[in-house]
């Protein structure tokens, strides 16, 4: 049990961080709040990739000359990294999209409160 | 040579649009609409051309960038594909021909971005449909997510806070479809969805499929508004611009649903989806409610284009249905309802332009009978596509429902079948109530200028009454379609 | 002559005369023309199928196919040749008479009228000519559709709760036949109509047998006006005099028991309805709507009122022919369609007369009214005898033949239902007549005279034909050939 649970730390990490980011989401109040807790729900998908292509004792994937195709297991696994590089640009592009709504809504309102926001809907 | 370019020249097409639109438009903002048009009917045509290049079943496979797949992404063109792109393709030109007069009207000034972000919207969708890598899924879902927002938050005054909330809701859905893509990376190691169906027989039994098979449809659920997950779709319809909600509304569920269909019936395949859990019969269920849910709460209405988001709740699950039904006759009506619902839902929205832009208010409990005189082929476009959504033969939603009926008999699910029959009447209750309005409520006023003809401009009539013949064109010819359809039902189905 | 392409003509004609009629909307005299000439064109290319039906034989045309294996296909078979004699012949006749209650009431919106009844009648020969349930499920929701205008016409309050009362019952049972059609094809993979069934024996057993034809009979029962899911049609009384004459004499409710015969004669077939007792569930059904709808008949005060209950109960007469599931009971049957759109015609174009003329539209205001609308009246009582079943109005023959066909399947019960429900019948419909003869009228008739002629003389034409028909069923049309070979051709 405790193999299991130490042996999967870094799952448990992104869970945690998962929980964290959906935290902000459903219960702040704020919106500028909310947009960060997005931010870190999806940093913690980052972590959840990044984790899955770690290996012990294995380098950065860097081809350098006279390498084999055989000793593959002596580097970390590339394509999740790269992955993860795209998914940071539309990290960041959702956030800069979700600021920019902010500021459309703020300069209406005058308020980021979402309770404030429902009332002078009404 | 151009036809073995076609999967990667379509989307593009409305990538290259977009910068064009971006540049010009900037600089001359009346330039917008036009090159946008272009680059669209240019995305149309070719998508034509590919369409009958692999009608016969065929499939066009291109390797981006020269990388071979598994390791390179691929595109997969094949007649399911083509068929969707064209689909999307076709409404999203008439809702932009549509959208001169309503650009000029209701976003002055912002033309120019507004055009670009279309172009940019319909170069994720495309990608989406072609794409045969999940991670490239992904990246192409997302930028026609943002660029969605952004549209959604062209609107009234309230638009920004639904574009806003939706932006939340989407990207925790984008995120679970990319946490669940990363489930499968792990068992299989592939990320190519042809070459990932042929490995996952050997590893179904591994939880972590089932959990990344689960993670994908939640993720991809919101997208499609799969009930109870559909909560953003109605406000970002009712509050965003006439031509954003006619623009959107009609394809953007559409994709993700199609989106599911790949994932459930391609990927997995109806032998190995309900392996770990009953996924089909759970994805049916929500399916069914959401029928009925966005039936109801579409009769409840006052607000026309609230109306119609909540019918497309409710149209979106007779797709999911149709998927979750794992039948020929479920798959021919949930590809047949994705044009289906794709030219009804176009027609209703524009419909909804037309009197925004004329009326200034979609407002039910105000319309009576001077509309049907002041604007009578629009109403009659209205008639069509109403009496069509309920399901009325010969227009076109009555052959999705037809093929969706004989599935569900076909699996001996009455209960399911009972579902589309009393959609069917719900949905005759709420648009029998506009329709009563439009031709029967007597109007207010006597004044000589409720009852003179004051249709709108022709680019707005003519794209709106052509949606609307093409309802029924397409009921009467529907043969023609299924029997492209039939080819591309995947094998084993 | 190649008769081929008769079927779809007689189809499209009065489709073709919809747009003439909405571009001539501001002169009515040309609008009229429109209306008139589709009929007579139409009349006479259903006449022209008459030869094919004595023949026993069936004129196929195959459009194209609407889905995989299910063509829209139109199928001039003698059943369906007879129904559309009638249907057309009556809108002729109704045309006339329409333009007369029309202009005399100074009705609106009439071009619209017209236009809907054009498109109602394009529908229902549709309906007659169906070559197979998808066809015929797609005219019958047209004409659902193209009556609705028709139903809340006057856009009074009552017209237009009636209008919703009519699309719920009526889009419903669209809705149930689109099932049982469903379930039809998934059974026997095809839809086309067979006479004698199209459903193989074997495929199913006894309890989706009685679900499938239930969900049928809800789906046809409810235009065929069947208690308890007849209550549209008196509520549908709201609309204009010659839309309840055509539509809910002619045209609506007989679409319905027309698809009654279908489908019991040509989806089921008598053998299979025989098999699984199905032809019990239909006879007790029409029994007690004949009885119900008579009792509930006498309760009524307002003429059309009566008249539609009268309907609910002889549409019965029709299901109940074709539950006898023998030839004699079947050409009853069929002939009690011809015999009930004459008889009913006749007394609903009265009842316009007399609200037209006189702005009465209760039996109790009715006295003496006959000294003012001799013609009218003696019409109306020709009509009534007939319903009641004597000789020499051709109710009487149809009704001859019900009653010899029950016996032939040597059953009582529905020979007894049939007599008492002759009796309730006079019971009826005789005080009106007596009012109209023998009571003393008021002195607000003094400046009254008859009808326009527009409604005198086709309320005269049917009157007369339904004695012509009561005399020799042969004659002209050979309606009584038809109804025989449309019937023996089950068996």
């Known amino acids: 049990m405790t193999d299991f649970l130490l042996g999967h730390y870094a799952y448990w990490f992104t869970i945690l961080v998962l929980a964290v980011g959906l935290y902000g989401i459903l219960v702040k109040r704020n919106l500028v709040k909310k947009t960060i807790g997005l931010s870190i729900f999806q940093a913690g998908i980052i972590l959840f990739f990044v984790a899955i292509s770690t290996k012990w004792n294995a380098s950065v994937p860097i081809k350098v000359k006279g390498s084999h195709v055989s000793e593959a297991a002596n580097f970390m696994n590339p394509l999740p990294q790269t992955l993860m590089l795209t998914a940071i640009v539309v990290g960041v592009a959702t956030i800069g999209v979700a600021l920019t709504l902010l500021i459309a809504i703020y300069k209406r309102y005058e308020t980021l409160d979402e309770e404030e926001l429902l009332e002078k809907f009404q | 040579?151009?036809?073995?370019?076609?999967?990667?020249?379509?989307?593009?097409?409305?990538?290259?649009?977009?910068?064009?639109?971006?540049?010009?438009?900037?600089?001359k903002e009346r330039w917008g609409y036009p090159l946008a048009v272009l680059g669209t009917l240019l995305a149309v045509c070719l998508s034509l051309y590919g369409f009958f290049q692999v009608m016969d079943g065929s499939m066009m496979r291109y390797e981006v960038g020269g990388w071979a797949p598994p390791v390179g992404i691929e595109f997969v063109y094949d007649t399911l594909s083509a068929f969707i792109v064209l689909v999307i393709n076709s409404v999203a030109l008439i809702a932009?021909?549509?959208?001169?007069?309503?650009?000029?009207?209701?976003?002055?000034?912002?033309?120019?971005?507004?055009?670009?972000?279309?172009?940019?919207?319909?170069?994720?969708?495309?990608?989406?449909?072609?794409?045969?890598?999940?991670?490239?899924?992904?990246?192409?879902?997302?930028?026609?997510s943002l660029s969605s927002y952004a549209l959604i938050a062209i609107g009234d005054k309230k638009a920004p806070f639904a574009a806003f909330r939706y932006?939340?809701?989407?990207?925790?859905?984008?995120?679970?479809?990319?946490?669940?893509?990363?489930?499968?990376?792990?068992?299989?190691?592939?990320?190519?969805?042809?070459?990932?169906?042929?490995?996952?027989?050997?590893?179904?039994?591994?939880?972590?499929?089932?959990?990344?098979?689960?993670?994908?449809?939640?993720?991809?659920?919101?997208?499609?508004?799969?009930?109870?997950?559909?909560?953003?779709?109605?406000?970002?319809?009712?509050?965003?611009?006439?031509?954003?909600?006619?623009?959107?509304?009609?394809?953007?569920?559409?994709?993700?649903?199609?989106?599911?269909?790949?994932?459930?019936?391609?990927?997995?395949?109806?032998?190995?989806?309900?392996?770990?859990?009953?996924?089909?019969?759970?994805?049916?269920?929500?399916?069914?409610?959401?029928?009925?849910?966005?039936?109801?709460?579409a009769m409840a209405q006052s607000e026309l284009k609230k109306m119609l988001a909540y019918s497309s709740v409710s149209q979106i699950g007779y797709v999911i249905m149709g998927i979750s039904l794992s039948n020929p006759f479920g798959f021919i009506g949930a590809v047949l309802h994705i044009l289906n619902h794709a030219l009804m839902k176009g027609t209703l929205f524009l419909v909804a332009g037309n009197l925004r832009e004329r009326e200034g208010h979609t407002n039910i409990l105000k319309f009576d009978e001077s509309y049907r005189k002041k604007y009578p082929w629009t109403m009659a476009a209205f008639t069509t596509a109403a009496l069509s959504m309920v399901g009325i033969p010969p227009m076109a939603g009555f052959f999705s429902k037809w093929y969706l009926a004989l599935g569900t008999i076909q699996n001996s699910n009455w209960l399911l079948l009972a579902v589309i029959l009393i959609s069917s009447l719900l949905?005759?209750?709420?648009?029998?109530?506009?329709?009563?309005?439009?031709?029967?409520?007597?109007?207010?006023?006597?004044?000589?200028?409720?009852?003179?003809?004051?249709?709108?401009?022709?680019?707005?009539?003519?794209?709106?009454?052509?949606?609307?013949?093409?309802?029924?064109?397409?009921?009467?010819?529907?043969?023609?379609?299924?029997?492209?359809?039939?080819?591309?039902?995947?094998?084993?189905? | 002559m190649n008769l081929t392409l008769v079927p779809i003509l007689a189809v499209l004609v009065s489709l073709v005369a919809v747009p003439l009629i909405l571009l001539s909307a501001r002169k009515p005299n040309l609008r009229e023309f429109w209306t008139i000439a589709a009929a007579v064109?139409?009349?006479?290319l259903v006449l022209t199928l008459i030869p094919t039906a004595l023949e026993g034989e069936s004129i196929r045309y195959v459009l194209w196919e609407i889905a995989p294996d299910l063509p829209l296909a139109l199928n001039a078979d003698p059943l369906g040749i007879f129904f559309a004699v009638i249907a057309s012949g009556l809108w002729l006749l109704t045309s006339f008479y329409s333009i007369g209650y029309m202009r005399g009431h100074g009705e609106v919106k009439q071009t619209r009228y017209f236009a809907s009844f054009a498109i109602c009648l394009s529908s229902t020969i549709g309906v007659a000519f169906s070559a197979n349930l998808l066809t015929f499920i797609l005219f019958y929701e047209m004409l659902t559709i193209a009556t609705y205008p028709l139903v809340i016409h006057s856009e009074t309050d009552k017209a237009i709760a009636a209008g919703r009362k009519y699309l719920t019952y009526t889009l419903t049972a669209g809705l149930l036949l689109i099932a049982a059609a469903g379930i039809t094809y998934s059974l026997a993979g095809t839809l086309t109509f067979q006479a004698g069934g199209l459903i193989p024996e074997g495929v199913m057993d006894q309890s989706t047998a009685i679900i499938l034809f239930l969900l049928f009979l809800g789906g046809v029962g409810v235009k065929a006006g069947l208690i308890p899911i007849h209550s549209w049609l008196p509520s549908a009384m709201a609309a204009p005099t010659p839309v309840s004459a055509l539509l809910h004499a002619v045209a609506v409710v007989k679409s319905g028991v027309f698809g009654v015969i279908r489908v019991v004669g040509f989806v089921f077939g008598p053998s299979m309805m025989m098999d699984f007792g199905l032809d019990q569930i239909l006879i007790v059904a029409a029994g007690a709507t004949i009885i119900l709808a008579s009792l509930l008949a006498f309760k009524q005060d307002n003429l059309k009122l009566r008249l539609a209950y009268s309907t609910v109960g002889h549409l019965s007469y029709i299901v109940l022919g074709a539950a006898l599931l023998t030839p004699i009971g079947f050409t009853g049957s069929i002939l009690h369609i011809s015999a009930h759109a004459t008889m009913k015609i006749t007394l609903f174009f009265c009842a316009g007369a007399i609200a037209v003329n006189l702005h009465k539209k209760n039996i109790s205001q009715l006295d003496g009214i006959a000294s003012v609308m001799p013609w009218t009246m003696a019409a109306f009582t020709i009509g009534s005898l007939g319903l009641a079943g004597f000789p020499p109005v051709n109710g009487f023959v149809s009704k001859w033949y019900l009653a010899y066909g029950s016996l032939q399947g040597d059953m009582l019960i529905p020979v007894l239902v049939l007599v008492f429900s002759g009796l309730l019948n006079v019971g009826y419909f005789f005080p009106i007549i007596k009012r109209a003869y023998f009571h003393e009228g008021g002195s607000e008739l003094d400046n009254h005279s008859e009808a326009s002629p527009f409604m005198v003389v086709p309320l005269t034409i049917t009157a007369v034909a339904s004695i012509i028909f009561g005399i020799a069923p042969n004659l002209f049309l050979h309606l009584f050939d038809m109804a025989s070979t449309a019937a023996t051709s089950l068996f």
């Open chain 2, 167 to 297: 932006l939340l809701i989407g990207t925790v859905g984008g995120s679970l479809y990319l946490l669940g893509i990363g489930f499968l990376y792990v068992v299989t190691g592939t990320l190519n969805i042809i070459d990932m169906s042929a490995m996952l027989p050997q590893v179904i039994d591994n939880s972590a499929v089932i959990g990344g098979l689960i993670l994908m449809v939640l993720g991809i659920g919101i997208k499609a508004a799969l009930f109870p997950l559909h909560g953003w779709l109605p406000d970002s319809y009712t509050h965003a611009s006439s031509t954003s909600s006619a623009l959107i509304a009609p394809i953007g569920t559409k994709v993700a649903a199609y989106v599911v269909l790949r994932i459930m019936l391609y990927l997995f395949g109806d032998q190995l989806v309900d392996i770990g859990l009953p996924v089909t019969s759970i994805v049916g269920a929500l399916a069914a409610l959401g029928i009925l849910y966005g039936s109801i709460m």
């Open chain 2, 427 to 493: 949905n005759a209750v709420y648009f029998f109530r506009v329709l009563e309005k439009v031709y029967m409520r007597s109007s207010a006023s006597e004044s000589t200028s409720d009852t003179e003809r004051q249709e709108v401009v022709p680019s707005m009539l003519w794209t709106t009454t052509i949606a609307a013949a093409a309802l029924i064109i397409v009921g009467l010819f529907n043969a023609s379609i299924v029997a492209v359809i039939q080819h591309m039902i995947p094998a084993g189905l």
């Open chain 2, 1 to 27: 040579m151009i036809v073995s370019d076609l999967p990667v020249l379509i989307p593009l097409t409305f990538l290259v649009s977009a910068l064009v639109v971006t540049l010009f438009g900037f600089w």
């Open chain 3, 41 to 44: 064109v139409k009349f006479g």
């Open chain 2, 96 to 144: 932009l021909i549509h959208s001169r007069v309503v650009g000029k009207t209701e976003f002055p000034g912002k033309r120019g971005g507004y055009y670009a972000v279309a172009m940019l919207l319909m170069f994720g969708f495309n990608g989406m449909v072609i794409t045969g890598d999940l991670f490239n899924l992904y990246v192409f879902l997302e930028i026609s």
